[in-house]
């Protein structure tokens, strides 16, 4: 009898201890994804306020101009035209530092393509007003829009939508909104709950929860205007098969190229000549016509942007 109820006795414990291990865990999962929700913009975003140089460092000619999104905020822009360039390339910026880091393509854009290039910040990077939000990058990439075709009078045709990381989601709604001539996806994500899902796979499901979704997977097959998708082989922070998912649910005629031996934020380095090859062939197929629109009213011939 009593060699029966110790091993009775034992094996309740452990069962217990098991228990309250397994309780213990799921508390703390709870509290973490609890903590992640709560300062869900907080692991989005990552603004530099300091700019790391100006395009005169590296010997670009520029204008610095001030913005205005449609709820008051001012927001700070380069242009950085090259004499004789058929197009514009409005760069719609990732979630990290500001437009000084992307300078450096920006050069290579103009000498390898020969284009112009609008760079600017999203509110809450660099010297631009107010603080980061899904909707408030939105209206930011707008006002690029709006600076790029009223003040700088460029035609919507020659205007081509660039965006890497999440800045190719705002592309996308961008492009879904306003004329252009074609875009080019870098780096894309399918969604933001897709990411977390991808980020933190031994969290519970959270994706409901999340407020920020940049669903850019719902959003691309309404695209009618020539796409161009390329994603780093190495992406070590958007899944490849993410971006290839972005492409395939993708409208109207489209290339997907795969840059070879680059990670996330090498591509135009790792990929070398093969990349600046791909943009440029893409940029050469373009043809000279009336920009293709997403919207309704313009496609019934309405004039503004």
Not at 130 to 148: K, L, N, S
Request: charged share 20%.
């Amino acid at each position: 009898m009593s060699r029966s109820s110790s091993t009775r006795s034992s094996g309740g414990n452990s069962a217990g201890g098991l228990v309250s291990l397994l309780l213990a865990v799921a508390a703390v999962l709870l509290a973490v994804t609890a903590l992640m929700l709560a300062f869900e913009r907080h692991l989005i975003y990552f603004p530099s306020r300091t700019l790391a140089l100006d395009p005169a460092a590296l010997g670009l000619h520029h204008e610095q101009a001030q913005l205005l999104a449609e709820d008051g905020n001012r927001l700070e822009a380069w242009l950085l035209p090259l004499a004789g360039a058929r197009h514009l390339v409005l760069v719609c910026n990732g979630n990290a530092g500001n437009m000084s880091h992307r300078l450096d393509r920006a050069r290579e854009m103009q000498r390898r393509l020969g284009v112009s290039v609008l760079l600017f910040d999203y509110r809450g990077y660099g010297r631009s007003q107010g603080a980061p939000d899904e909707d408030g990058t939105y209206r930011d990439a707008r006002a690029a829009y709006r600076y790029a075709v009223e003040t700088r009078r460029v035609t919507p045709a020659d205007l081509v939508l660039f965006g890497e990381s999440l800045g190719a989601a705002v592309a996308v709604q961008l492009a879904l909104e306003k004329r252009a001539g074609a875009l080019i996806l870098e780096s894309a994500f399918t969604s933001i709950p897709d990411m977390a899902r991808a980020a933190y796979p031994f969290l519970p499901p959270v994706g409901p929860l999340i407020r920020t979704r940049y669903e850019t997977i719902s959003k691309v097959p309404r695209l009618a205007l020539p796409l161009l998708v390329l994603h780093g082989e190495r992406d070590q922070i958007v899944p490849f098969a993410q971006g290839r998912r972005v492409f395939e649910a993708a409208g109207g005629p489209k290339r997907f190229f795969a840059i070879p031996g680059a990670g996330h934020n090498d591509t135009y380095v790792a990929g070398g000549a093969a990349y600046w090859r791909a943009l440029g062939e893409f940029l050469e197929s373009l043809p000279s016509r009336d920009p293709v629109t997403n919207h309704p009213q313009q496609m019934r011939g309405r004039s503004s942007p």
